[in-house]
């Protein structure tokens, strides 16, 4: 236990030193802000270039849409910002060589592993969640209030912050196979933006965590059986790439 925690410490000021934590939180909150700004000025913005043309009819202006607005382009540029900000952790580690440490040491190496997702895990679902509530609460200020509550959003946020914790766990896996981060972090972007529409293609979506997203976007206060599931087969995913992640490293460092 000692040891573990003495790798969170680590993990904790690596992530702290490089930066890595304010980076992801500035994403997250900048987006909360910038989405509904962005759609309550975007007819205005038309407007200007187009005189005569009422777009406020075309587009929907409420506290739904920039919710929705914002898990979009947290979906699409927060995927991007995770897999940057992981790529090197696990390939850091074997240049550096800081891998023999547990070996010569007697500790158990999956806590190298399990150090790095329990500090990024944790900040990305405190993120998610701070991120959803923040745009939630200022789409409230700006179009008025469409939800009863704040269940919609916090449920967004829990998913959107599961579905993080998978990228940051699918980046991590990638990183001790590859060994390389650019390499890490293609590999990651290509599954994470071309299977879900390869999965709907071939009707495999209710597999993966994709399906948690079409959940969190629809903006209802409850958990439905489907998101039920796809959290259940998230959670499989991340035991899988734990896995697999603990093995590569356990058997490329004892090959050395």
């Avoid at 800081?98 to 679902?125: C, D, E, M, Q």
């Avoid at 990651?188 to 959940?215: C, K, Q, R």
Wanted: proline letters at 4%; one cysteine or more; aromatic letters at 16%.
């Amino acid at each position: 236990m000692n040891n573990f925690m003495a790798w969170i410490n680590k993990e904790w000021i690596e992530a702290t030193r490089t930066f890595r934590l304010v980076a992801l939180g500035s994403t997250f909150i900048a987006f909360a802000f910038l989405n509904p700004i962005l759609l309550k000025m975007l007819p205005a913005i038309l407007k200007s270039q187009s005189p005569g043309v009422d777009f406020s009819a075309i587009f929907e202006m409420s506290q739904r849409e920039a919710l929705r607005s914002y898990l979009d382009s947290l979906y699409e540029i927060g995927s991007f910002v995770v897999v940057l900000a992981l790529m090197g952790s696990i390939p850091n580690e074997f240049s550096k060589g800081t891998l023999v440490i547990p070996f010569t040491s007697g500790a158990k190496i999956r806590n190298v592993y399990l150090s790095k997702l329990v500090i990024n895990g944790t900040a990305l679902f405190a993120f998610s969640i701070a991120g959803a509530s923040i745009a939630n609460a200022y789409s409230a200020i700006l179009f008025g209030t469409d939800f009863a509550s704040f269940a919609p959003a916090l449920k967004a946020g829990f998913l959107y912050g599961l579905y993080f914790v998978f990228a940051a766990s699918l980046t991590l896996m990638a990183g001790s196979f590859l060994r390389k981060p650019s390499l890490a972090a293609v590999f990651t972007l290509l599954v994470l933006y071309i299977a879900p529409p390869v999965a709907g293609l071939f009707d495999l979506a209710v597999w993966f965590p994709f399906e948690m997203l079409d959940a969190a976007n629809d903006l209802t206060p409850f958990f439905s059986k489907s998101s039920c599931r796809s959290i259940l087969h998230t959670i499989a995913w991340l035991s899988t790439f734990s896995y697999l992640t603990v093995w590569k490293l356990e058997h490329m460092e004892k090959a050395r």
